[in-house]
């Protein structure tokens, strides 16, 4: 009789995830080899976050979520960067889209150019405004800027004078630690681990691991639909072995 072995995911493991200590930026300009979180100046505790359909929310600090960013300059322009999320590859983009105040600010697959710069008079913090934004480099003429509504967790945009304390952040230098956690919770899932070339990675029933395609694999995991994506700088592991199916 023949079987075929699945395994339950329980965890992910990357070389990369070796945690370097974070360090606040008092002044730019900003390195484009370094890979930063954003922090709001009110409560340092919450960094921007792209979510899972592209918004931007402020979230604790999560390596399971989107919260690393490069600031790539913009030659010729003082402060003035593209401001990309690690994970996604996607850009932040006009702030000027929507109702200030309400509208939630977004990523988007073109990039916009931002000026980013330490204000001050707010204490050294730093605004972040689409360059399209009118008198985007004057925080004295009070620019809409990249702000964390009140009261949520919601990140729109507001105007980004001095006094606008909600309007203002910290870039904070650190790792690309992100980790991804594409798992289902509250009990144990089937996963089909796949390479980058597209091949599914199978157990034997000798228990040795070969890859083959989608169309090959045998039993329940031809059927599977839910899929990691295997990448050469990480390994999984199993916690547990899943049940055996008999064909």
């Not at 004295?140 to 964390?148: A, E, T, V, W």
């Not at 045998?218 to 390994?235: D, V």
Request: with cysteine; proline share 4%; charged share 20%.
């Amino acid at each position: 009789m023949h079987y075929i072995q699945h395994l339950a995911i329980a965890t992910i493991f990357c070389a990369a995830a070796q945690h370097a200590g974070a360090q606040k930026v008092t002044q730019g300009p900003l390195e484009k080899e370094k890979v930063y979180r954003i922090q709001s100046k009110p409560n340092e505790n919450l960094f921007i976050t792209e979510t899972t359909d592209h918004f931007l929310e402020v979230g604790e600090k999560d390596n399971a979520r989107k919260q690393f960013w490069t600031f790539t300059p913009v030659e010729g322009q003082k402060d003035v960067y593209i401001v990309q999320n690690v994970a996604s590859k996607r850009y932040l983009g006009s702030i000027l889209n929507g109702k200030p105040g309400e509208t939630r600010m977004a990523t988007f697959e073109r990039p916009m150019s931002f000026f980013v710069a330490p204000n001050a008079k707010a204490g050294g913090a730093w605004s972040l405004s689409s360059t399209d934004v009118p008198n985007y480099n004057d925080r004295d003429k009070k620019p809409f800027g990249l702000n964390l509504k009140g009261g949520t967790r919601m990140v729109v945009a507001f105007l980004a004078g001095y006094s606008n304390v909600n309007s203002y952040w910290w870039p904070v230098a650190t790792t690309d630690t992100y980790e991804v956690r594409p798992f289902l919770t509250g009990k144990d899932h089937l996963y089909n681990l796949v390479d980058e070339t597209g091949r599914w990675l199978q157990v034997n029933s000798d228990g040795a691991f070969s890859w083959t395609t989608p169309d090959a694999a045998e039993g329940e995991t031809a059927r599977r639909t839910e899929r990691i994506l295997w990448l050469g700088k990480c390994h999984a592991t199993a916690s547990e072995f899943g049940r055996r199916n008999a064909l």
